[in-house]
């Protein structure tokens, strides 16, 4: 049965993309039918949700490594589908358009970095990693240099990396829950979590693998129907990635037309903006000029980059392809799937930005008096729950590009309205969005999860567990930490707990070093390792609360001035140079690895052969 | 040298001209960005587009390209693994 479900995966795909073309053509006749928006949109939500549970509740399993590593046999294409529904946060569906249209070049060093990073994957783990045979990332360094404190040391990155993640995960599914389904933020987080849970909790990484696959087909559709729509609606052109040269030179002129205008704190103050909205004040396809500028955007791309490659709920995706050469050409396939949405996002903003800046087109409003621009519906829909704001800063009754403040979600959630498409692509928006936001909490929750249960309950604390007793364990563990990241989400805390570019940085801080010097040098020791992870991890959590004004005002009292304009957002830069030279130090002066690990090593760099780690372990 | 010295010193060499290819596409054009910017392609800024697309592109094939090149230094030295493992 196995195999012919496995054979039969691009049929059974197929039939799910059909059905839900037909089920999007059923809500646009809904919609001409006179079905309210408002219900549109919980259909979306509620059956896309469904069909994930469905799936979830198939994909049940008792198998260990079916519940751990999907039973090795999930095809490339589709292992890199799901690989990048993993990747591809709600924050990636719905913020990273609104990054590139606020923070135009400057911000895209993170469409490099998040996308570069796979390069780093491929080369150096993931067919290593495979070849290994390991569960979970702490499994490989455990074994490879062997011991519970290294590899306790290793389960304790993971969870400071990821957890900083899923809690920012919850909150979008509880964001897009509670807007889609009409129901208060703090009961959207819950439904949100008992969503993600379904999907999991039975199966493991089998049904994670197959709900994710599902989930990236309703994502990439909500998202590149829109860009292409857009497009062709305001002129910019049938194939917008390879058409919008025009449209960018455009913007400039309209930029220099209107003029980029810096706003004082005090004036905004005065003007009541709500937090969290902005304005345009950067050029979009402009360089900044100077070293510091180039050094900023190196070194935000690096630190993704690195992070990418250490993050253990990517990592682990590439555990479940049935050979070495299987996980190499899945990595590949997984930057091709993620290239679809993140070469779409700047096109998504040049066509937002234009088509509220260009006077020529019925959208625009920049430039338009104020008290038209209050009457259009969207404006005050959007106004309404303070996503966009308008301050008259010169009283001139004409709103200026320094004018008009905005959330940046909204260039993702509200440009199909503005652009006047009609209300059954904002609902498969909002489906895309849960989507993407389900994937990867999902993909998290069960990194940690099984991490706790497979490298600390049963490697460390129990090793003579049953089968039963090791899912069991598994399962109680993954409501557990679904249900803290659930818990702590609903208090809305974003604004302490800062960016997702944090789960980078710890990652990259903890674990890059050991993961390739684990596979690349024979001389690694485990000494060498725990000093690495640990000085590493100690020191960029350090410089982050030395760094970010909300922790060191408190703890020191003063605002610091970043090193080398290495901020917040770029910490791993000390972290992983710390681990490296540490565990480069230490290893040299501790004794070499016996004979066993060096063809435990040897065993990793070949494809062929018995994995280091057995079927069942 | 053994077979599986030899195959593992391919394998380096590949790792690093696959790495060298991935610091040109992801640092290296970056530190030239106002210089490319005065370039354009298909009637984007150079730099504007090779951060919206290009280098991603670029990364894109480049993993195709190594992973079938990877597959030749197996199967040259016997390291191949058969479809049914």
């Not at chain 1, 949100?192 to 989930?215: F, H, K, P, Y």
């Not at chain 1, 490298?455 to 364990?473: H, M, Q, S």
């Not at chain 2, 060499?13 to 290296?28: E, K, R």
């Not at chain 2, 587009?49 to 993993?63: E, I, K, R, W």
């Amino acid at each position: 049965m196995k195999g012919g479900f496995v054979k039969n995966l691009p049929k059974v795909y197929g039939l799910y993309t059909g059905g839900f073309a037909v089920f999007i053509l059923i809500m646009a006749i809904a919609e001409q039918a006179g079905v309210s928006a408002k219900n549109i949109g919980v259909m979306f939500v509620a059956f896309t949700v469904l069909i994930y549970a469905f799936i979830g509740y198939l994909s049940r399993t008792v198998q260990v490594d079916a519940y751990y590593v999907a039973g090795r046999q999930v095809p490339t294409v589709f292992n890199g589908m799901a690989t990048a529904a993993d990747w591809m946060s709600g924050a990636s569906f719905v913020a990273l358009a609104g990054g590139v249209y606020f923070g135009g070049y400057t911000y895209m060093a993170f469409l490099v970095g998040w996308t570069g990073g796979y390069v780093l994957v491929a080369t150096l783990l993931a067919p290593y990693l495979r070849k290994f045979g390991c569960y979970t990332v702490p499994d490989f360094i455990g074994t490879r240099y062997g011991g519970n404190l290294v590899r306790a040391c290793s389960v304790f990155v993971l969870f400071i990396a990821s957890f900083t993640y899923v809690t920012a995960q919850i909150n979008a599914t509880g964001t897009i829950a509670s807007r889609a389904l009409g129901i208060p933020f703090e009961l959207g987080v819950w439904v949100g979590l008992i969503s993600i849970l379904i999907c999991s909790m039975l199966g493991g990484m089998r049904a994670v693998t197959w709900t994710q696959v599902a989930q990236y087909i309703v994502l990439i559709i909500a998202y590149l129907l829109p860009v292409f729509w857009i497009s062709n609606k305001i002129g910019g052109g049938v194939f917008p990635h390879l058409m919008l040269g025009d449209e960018v030179a455009r913007l400039g002129d309209l930029e220099q037309q209107f003029g980029l205008v810096k706003n004082s704190a005090a004036d905004m103050k005065a003007a009541g903006v709500p937090g969290g909205l902005k304005y345009i004040s950067g050029p979009h396809s402009g360089v900044p000029d100077g070293g510091a500028a180039v050094w900023k955007y190196l070194s935000l791309a690096i630190c993704m980059m690195v992070g990418t490659a250490s993050l253990p709920h990517i990592l682990m995706r590439y555990f479940t392809t049935p050979s070495v050469k299987a996980a190499r050409k899945s990595v590949a396939w997984s930057l091709f799937f993620i290239f679809l949405l993140y070469s779409s996002a700047p096109m998504l903003a040049t066509l937002s930005k234009l088509a509220l800046m260009d006077p020529n087109l019925p959208t625009g409003i920049i430039g338009k008096s104020i008290a038209e621009v209050q009457q259009i519906a969207w404006v005050q829909n959007w106004s309404a729950v303070k996503q966009v704001f308008i301050a008259d800063f010169n009283g001139d009754g004409i709103l200026q590009l320094n004018e008009w403040f905005m959330r940046g979600d909204v260039v993702v959630l509200a440009t199909p309205e503005v652009a006047g498409l009609p209300f059954v692509i904002s609902g498969l928006v909002f489906a895309g969005g849960m989507a993407a936001a389900m994937s990867t909490a999902d993909g998290l929750v069960l990194a940690i999860s099984n991490a706790l249960s497979h490298d600390i309950y049963y490697k460390i604390v129990n090793p003579k567990a049953d089968t039963a007793k090791r899912l069991i364990v598994a399962r109680v563990l993954l409501v557990i930490i679904g249900a803290a990241g659930a818990y702590i989400a609903s208090f809305r805390l974003t604004s302490i707990l800062g960016s997702v570019a944090w789960a980078f940085d710890f990652a990259m801080s903890g674990l890059f070093f050991p993961l390739v010097l684990g596979v690349w040098w024979k001389r690694a020791t485990r000494q060498g390792a725990i000093a690495g992870i640990v000085t590493g991890i100690l020191s960029g959590l350090f410089y982050l609360l030395w760094v970010y004004p909300k922790f060191s005002v408190p703890i020191f009292g003063q605002v610091n001035e970043p090193f080398l304009y290495i901020d917040h957002l770029r910490f791993g830069l000390i972290g992983a140079p710390v681990c490296l030279v540490t565990m480069v130090v230490v290893s040299l002066m501790t004794k070499e690895p016996d004979a066993a690990t060096q063809a435990m090593v040897d065993a990793t760099r070949i494809p062929t052969g018995k994995a280091v780690l057995g079927k069942q372990h | 040298m053994s077979n599986k010295d030899a195959y593992w010193n391919k394998t380096k060499n590949h790792m690093i001209v696959t790495l060298v290819l991935w610091a040109f596409f992801s640092l290296v054009i970056f530190m030239f960005g106002s210089e490319l910017n005065t370039m354009s392609f298909l009637g984007y800024p150079l730099a504007y587009y090779m951060t919206a697309q290009g280098s991603l592109l670029a990364f894109v094939v480049m993993l195709f390209w190594t992973a079938n090149k990877q597959e030749k230094i197996d199967e040259e030295h016997g390291f191949s693994e058969r479809e049914d493992d």
